[in-house]
């Protein structure tokens, strides 16, 4: 995925196969997950020092959120108000192509010639990062894991940690590159020293930057703010130190009042990382008021549907309550598999099989709500009781009800259905599918290439039945 | 009491020895045990491929052969997730079907709640001299709350000592269809469970889904493992067939 906002989705298979097959990617992931999985079963763990349950307080965060998405355009009302009144202006973005079009318009108008930004996913939905390229703007990603993916000319791989997929020395070499300096052997010890190196570079960068753009983890409603979740201190130097700061972020984001946010923030930072808290929690409001020591000149919140709307009222609802932990991506067996960039578009995982499809056109990405195994885990962490199988697998019955999956398949469904609603002819074929499968077996006692599945066998043997079935077997048992 | 056995339509094909082996155990707690003539599929593959009429078709088939018994026994988690918690939605706006399949699906236990919760069998017929790991299957795990069950039943099986694996919640990557239409990444998911398998280093790992078991063995043996046993949780609980 090199160009954000294009959806490579369509080709799910195709690259799930060349990830999984990337044995190098696959140690690396594998490294990365225990972290994720371990750290964050911690931090849920830890709730119970706080005196706090896990099953009740995720109920109060799905109703928190259930409550906003139910009206979504009333809580948007009060929130544009509010910004508004706190000196910063709104606009709405229908689109990635008018959130170009906002930024490049209030690049131009304030005479940027740099921006540096914070994570947000929004501006990938847009291919923000390109287009203001093209427009002669500098985007400098300032999240180190941004950085680097930034440097090395890819998409995010994840949404909260978005070099997942790079080795300490893939980075070792970008940054060399960049910094220009001779390459260093690097071990994990290196890690503190090569992300000062890049805070040495990025320093300059925040100095010399006219606008910031960030993204936002909610819009707070009551008060019109911004709510900023990040670990590295980037976040508050884009939202503070150049004169504009944009804010592009969902309007599923908002959360009603202040109260509401700190409900949330008990298991956001728990779901992604295992933290209690996140080493920087920020509520942006306003622009800089005269006594104001510091802050940007001019603050605007760019506020996109990019398909959003359309999903309120409808059995697709749930999952505007996501509020981007990462958590079922961490815990889910394919997407540690195959890394964030197999599933083609800016979220992978399972949110990403259920958003992909939903944002992009359900028969552009006709892969991803199968690409699970529903096994379910996605939705046992989830902090805001999003059904994400039931989700993907409503996704498949839409693509059944619109006629989009291939002819071989359903016609193999339906030859499949008809024959297990007869009995006598499903016997029958049974009995002449175990002798076919013994007989495919070799001088092991296996079968290693099965023509009617290469899926299976391509990593697999198929350790073949005995010949008869049980029907065959326990009918003639009850005749003698 | 009155009980019937629904063997799977892959217990059926694969490996018919699960399905007597559920057998003997159901006829030891003294019921009386049929197998209703006529069962094929519980319909999951379509309900999974999104085919929402050729599910429902094949439920109201299963519901009409599994009606009318005291339990409905399945030696699969995730066949009797099927019955149990899909059948119900899936005929739930269907005045004929609706109520029978609700009852059916009351009726249902997969074989490990059923032999844990309600048959009270204190002895196992089986014996096992080794060690074996348990793996826990998705659906039975998540939808049907089995994880105990199957552990209780195995400590009763003379001779057998149980050594929990690393991870063992964690998905083996077989998932139906999935493990055919996304080969590669299936294969690089049961690899992390062949690897917390081999690490544990036991004689047999022991699950309650067959599909996983397949999927699970199908891998051991390409990697070359050809020692360690897979075996499906009644063959181990029956021990082997009498002659």
């Known amino acids: 995925m090199s160009a954000g906002g294009t959806s490579q989705a369509m080709f799910f298979r195709a690259r799930a196969a060349v990830g999984a097959a990337d044995v190098g990617l696959r140690r690396t992931l594998q490294k990365a997950r225990p972290l994720f999985v371990g750290k964050r079963a911690k931090g849920i763990a830890g709730l119970a020092d706080d005196g706090l349950d896990f099953v009740r307080l995720r109920t109060a965060c799905e109703e928190i959120r259930r409550r906003v998405v139910d009206d979504l355009d009333v809580w948007l009302e009060i929130f544009e108000e509010r910004a508004v009144a706190s000196g910063a202006e709104v606009l709405w973005a229908r689109d990635?192509?008018?959130?170009?079009?906002?930024?490049?318009?209030?690049?131009?108008?304030?005479?940027?010639?740099?921006?540096?930004?914070?994570?947000?996913?929004?501006?990938?939905?847009?291919?923000?990062?390109?287009a203001l390229a093209a427009a002669g703007i500098r985007p400098v990603?300032?999240?180190?894991?941004?950085?680097?993916?930034?440097?090395?000319?890819?998409?995010?791989?994840?949404i909260i940690a978005p070099a997942v997929h790079k080795t300490i020395h893939e980075v070792e070499a970008l940054f060399a590159a960049e910094h220009g300096r001779p390459p260093q052997p690097r071990s994990s010890a290196d890690i503190p020293a090569m992300a000062r190196e890049a805070r040495e570079v990025l320093r300059q960068h925040f100095l010399s930057a006219d606008m910031g753009i960030s993204g936002a983890n909610f819009l707070v409603a009551e008060t019109g703010s911004a709510a900023l979740v990040t670990n590295e201190g980037n976040g508050r130097m884009v939202t503070t130190l150049p004169r504009v700061h944009v804010v592009i972020t969902g309007i599923e984001k908002i959360v009603p009042t202040l109260e509401d946010f700190s409900t949330l923030m008990r298991l956001l930072p728990r779901s992604a990382t295992g933290q209690t808290i996140s080493n920087y929690v920020s509520l942006l409001t306003g622009a800089r008021r005269s006594?104001?020591?510091?802050?940007?000149?001019?603050?605007?919140?760019?506020?996109?549907?990019?398909?959003?709307?359309?999903?309120?009222?409808?059995?697709?609802?749930?999952?505007?309550?996501?509020?981007?932990?990462g958590a079922c991506m961490n815990h889910c067996p394919v997407y540690f598999s195959l890394g964030g960039h197999a599933y083609g578009w800016v979220y992978p995982g399972p949110m990403?099989?259920?958003?992909?499809?939903?944002?992009?056109?359900?028969?552009?990405?006709?892969?991803l709500p199968h690409a699970s195994t529903g096994c379910g885990q996605c939705a046992a962490v989830c902090p805001v009781n999003i059904p994400l199988p039931t989700l993907m697998h409503r996704l498949r019955e839409v693509q059944n009800e619109k006629g989009l999956r291939p002819f071989g398949e359903r016609f193999a469904l339906r030859a499949w259905a008809w024959m297990a609603a007869r009995p006598v002819l499903y016997r029958t074929f049974a009995r002449l599918a175990a002798r076919y499968l013994r007989w495919l077996a070799d001088d092991s006692g296996r079968i290693r290439v099965l023509g009617l599945a290469p899926g299976w066998t391509a990593g697999r043997d198929l350790v073949p039945p005995p010949g008869k079935t049980f029907h065959e077997l326990y009918a003639s048992r009850k005749k003698a | 009491m009155r009980l019937a056995l629904y063997v799977t339509c892959l217990a059926d094909l694969m490996r018919p020895s699960v399905g007597f082996a559920a057998l003997r155990l159901l006829e030891a707690t003294g019921a009386e045990v049929v197998v209703p003539a006529g069962q094929t599929c519980c319909g999951q593959p379509a309900w999974t491929a999104g085919n929402r009429g050729l599910a429902a078709e094949l439920a109201r088939k299963a519901v009409a052969e599994l009606?009318?018994?005291?339990?409905?026994?399945?030696?699969?988690?995730?066949?009797?997730?099927?019955?149990?918690?899909?059948?119900?939605?899936?005929?739930?706006?269907?005045?004929?079907?609706?109520?029978?399949?609700?009852?059916?699906?009351?009726?249902?236990?997969?074989?490990?709640?059923?032999?844990a919760d309600e048959a009270g069998l204190a002895e196992m017929p089986?014996?096992?001299?080794?060690?074996?790991?348990?793996?826990?299957?998705?659906?039975?795990?998540?939808?049907?709350?089995?994880?105990?069950?199957?552990?209780?039943?195995?400590?009763?099986?003379?001779?057998?000592?149980?050594?929990?694996?690393?991870?063992c919640e964690e998905c083996c990557g077989f998932g139906g269809a999935f493990a055919v239409r996304f080969g590669e990444t299936s294969t690089a998911i049961v690899d992390r469970k062949c690897d917390a398998v081999a690490a544990a280093g036991v004689d047999a790992v022991v699950g309650g889904d067959l599909g996983c078991l397949l999927n699970i063995e199908g891998r051991l043996r390409r990697r070359g493992d050809t020692a360690t046993r897979v075996l499906h949780l009644a063959e181990v609980l029956a021990g082997p067939e009498a002659e």
Not at chain 2, 68 to 76: A, M, Q, T
Not at chain 2, 152 to 157: D, G, H, N, P, S
Request: hydrophobic share 40%; charged share 25%; glycine share 10%.
């Open chain 1, 96 to 130: 990635g192509e008018e959130i170009r079009r906002h930024v490049l318009d209030i690049a131009a108008r304030h005479g940027v010639a740099k921006a540096v930004k914070s994570k947000s996913m929004l501006s990938e939905e847009a291919g923000l990062n390109e």
């Open chain 1, 141 to 158: 990603e300032t999240d180190l894991g941004e950085y680097i993916v930034q440097l090395a000319g890819e998409a995010p791989s994840h």
């Open chain 1, 291 to 325: 006594g104001d020591g510091e802050g940007p000149e001019k603050t605007v919140f760019i506020l996109v549907d990019n398909g959003r709307a359309a999903l309120a009222g409808t059995e697709f609802a749930d999952m505007l309550r996501c509020i981007r932990c």
């Open chain 2, 67 to 115: 009606e009318g018994y005291d339990r409905v026994v399945i030696p699969s988690g995730s066949c009797a997730d099927q019955v149990r918690n899909v059948y119900p939605q899936l005929l739930a706006d269907d005045p004929v079907w609706a109520a029978r399949a609700a009852a059916v699906a009351a009726s249902t236990r997969e074989l490990a709640q059923f032999l």
């Open chain 2, 126 to 167: 089986g014996e096992f001299s080794g060690t074996v790991t348990y793996h826990d299957s998705c659906k039975g795990l998540r939808n049907l709350g089995i994880k105990r069950q199957p552990r209780e039943l195995l400590a009763r099986v003379r001779g057998l000592s149980l050594e929990e694996m690393a991870d």
């Open chain 1, 352 to 367: 990403g099989s259920v958003l992909t499809p939903l944002f992009t056109g359900i028969g552009n990405a006709l892969d």
